[in-house]
């Protein structure tokens, strides 16, 4: 079963606090992020000041006008983002924000990378966001017809589609997580712990903003700060 996740409260802002760390750190704002190629460190930030300004807008909470990313400094996009983070947080304690969660956690892995740095192990917003992810790859899982996924990784298991799984991929939990990000090759897919042949759930990887690399753009060893 999936394992018991903290409150989205509690992961989306362990995000912004490891992010504001990173992005802040030597010449991370300016150097391009690896497995988001067209964006820099600070073009990565302007993303998830905007969708935090979004989430707020829609629950009932407007930034003033004229607050958008991207006009001063990185530090000035972090700060627009602490305050609109602190405006949801007593908004999403109770759930809802999965996939926000989601969308900062994978990009605060994709700035990590870009560092040369490493989570630690035990985030708070690890479980949720694979979740997510699961469900994603589920859907389409579900559209092309195939039979269910089972997925394993950090000791915990989840079912991408309906029914009775038919496969099961295994994998350390970081591994598995990029992988259903869209954060690594087919072939790297290929490569984690498959029950039988995986090429007929291969396809169902590539859902929504999510396309696996042509070629890897990062390896396929766990990455967690011990």
């Known amino acids: 079963m999936p394992p018991t996740t903290p409150g989205d409260d509690v992961a989306y802002r362990t995000v912004r606090k490891a992010v504001a760390e990173i992005v802040t750190t030597g010449d991370v704002a300016a150097r391009p992020v ?43 996009d972090l700060a627009v983002w602490e305050t609109v983070g602190a405006r949801l947080d007593p908004l999403i304690a109770g759930g809802g924000a999965e996939v926000m ?45 195939l039979p269910a996924l089972r997925v394993r990784a950090g000791g915990s298991q989840w079912i991408a589609g309906d029914g009775e799984p038919a496969a099961t991929v295994t994998g350390a939990d970081y591994d598995v997580h990029r992988a259903f990000a869209g954060r690594r090759s087919l072939d790297q897919v290929r490569g984690l712990d498959w029950s039988t042949d995986p090429d007929a759930w291969l396809p169902a990887f590539r859902w929504k903003a999510f396309h696996p690399p042509a070629r890897p753009v990062e390896s396929a060893t766990p990455h967690w700060r011990l």
């Open 34 to 76: 690896p497995s988001c190629p067209e964006w820099t460190g600070r073009d990565l930030v302007g993303h998830l000041v905007d969708i935090a300004c979004r989430v707020s807008a829609r629950c009932g909470r407007p930034v003033e006008p004229g607050v958008v990313a991207g006009v001063g400094t990185v530090e000035d």
């Open 101 to 145: 969660v989601m969308d900062a956690f994978t990009h605060e892995l994709d700035l990590h990378r870009s560092a040369g740095t490493a989570p630690e192990r035990g985030h708070p917003a690890f479980a949720t966001s694979l979740g997510v992810l699961v469900a994603g790859v589920g859907g389409e899982i579900r559209e092309r017809g």
